[in-house]
């Protein structure tokens, strides 16, 4: 799977473990910054950039179980915010193993956002394997709802 992964100074650290820890399961991992700690960088380019790859492979006939996104910052909501401006994101705020887990089996979340000052890596690398090792359920319902949300955001 090809993984698009951003964050700002706040979530440097962990992205780089999780650069690590992905690259070692055998993922393709993307890299979209920052690619040198600053602590002035600001997260919104970098989530943009991560979300708007998600989307163009998307959009050239990739499933979400070929690819996804993680954005990662200090409390990831600012990220979480920022990947969901790009039209065709999903972005899931997952805290815990079940928030990783829901956002990828009820929403076909195609990307998660983590806080990296509120996990430690142990806990956020456990929840971004929960996310990429997840699949969507194909429920109608949840299918139902995605399209709905779709719709809206083409308006």
Request: net charge negative; with cysteine; hydrophobic share 45%.
């Amino acid at each position: 799977m090809r993984i698009h992964i951003a964050a700002d100074h706040a979530g440097f650290e962990l992205k780089e473990a999780l650069i690590e820890h992905l690259t070692a399961a055998g993922h393709d991992v993307v890299n979209h910054g920052a690619l040198t700690y600053d602590p002035l960088d600001d997260y919104p380019s970098f989530c943009f950039a991560a979300g708007e790859a998600v989307v163009a492979e998307l959009a050239a006939g990739a499933t979400t179980a070929e690819v996804l996104g993680v954005v990662i910052g200090g409390s990831g909501n600012g990220e979480q915010i920022a990947a969901n401006k790009v039209r065709g994101v999903r972005a899931a705020l997952a805290w815990n193993l079940e928030t990783a887990k829901l956002g990828r089996q009820h929403n076909d979340a195609n990307v998660v956002a983590v806080g990296a000052r509120q996990h430690s890596v142990d806990e956020a690398t456990a929840i971004v394997t929960a996310f990429v090792e997840e699949a969507f359920s194909g429920d109608p319902r949840h299918q139902r709802r995605i399209d709905e949300v779709g719709a809206y955001e083409t308006r």
